[in-house]
């Protein structure tokens, strides 16, 4: 799999938190990453997490894309708008596909709105 990150990716509008969250050393980081799969994952069709982690590592090598950061970052495109779709391959093993909101109108105003935070 090769994909190009659009010239200027569309940053959903995501709050990170957690115990270890620092805004100061995690927020570009986790931006880039979930901008990275974002855009992989709205090009690649039905994907596993593995495949995106090895595209996103391809783009952004410094980055880091743990298979568990990159399940985290789905959920949280979902939460701001994404269809995430799962379906069941085998054992364990899951494909997703995530596609654009349905409702662009309300992502821009949860970004506006998050903005104004």
């Not at 069941?88 to 899951?94: K, Q």
Request: a positive charge; aromatic letters at 8%; proline letters at 9%.
């Amino acid at each position: 799999m090769d994909f190009q990150l659009s010239p200027a990716p569309i940053t959903p509008p995501v709050r990170f938190s957690g115990a270890d969250y620092d805004p100061e050393r995690d927020r570009e980081r986790l931006m880039r990453q979930i901008d990275c799969i974002r855009e992989v994952a709205l090009n690649a069709g039905w994907v596993t997490v593995q495949k995106l982690a090895i595209a996103c590592r391809k783009k952004f090598p410094n980055t880091g894309f743990p298979e568990n950061s990159i399940q985290a970052q789905l959920r949280n495109l979902r939460k701001v708008g994404f269809r995430l779709e799962r379906r069941h391959v085998s054992g364990g093993l899951f494909e997703y596909h995530l596609s654009p909101p349905v409702n662009p109108g309300a992502d821009l105003a949860m970004r506006a709105e998050v903005a104004s935070a």
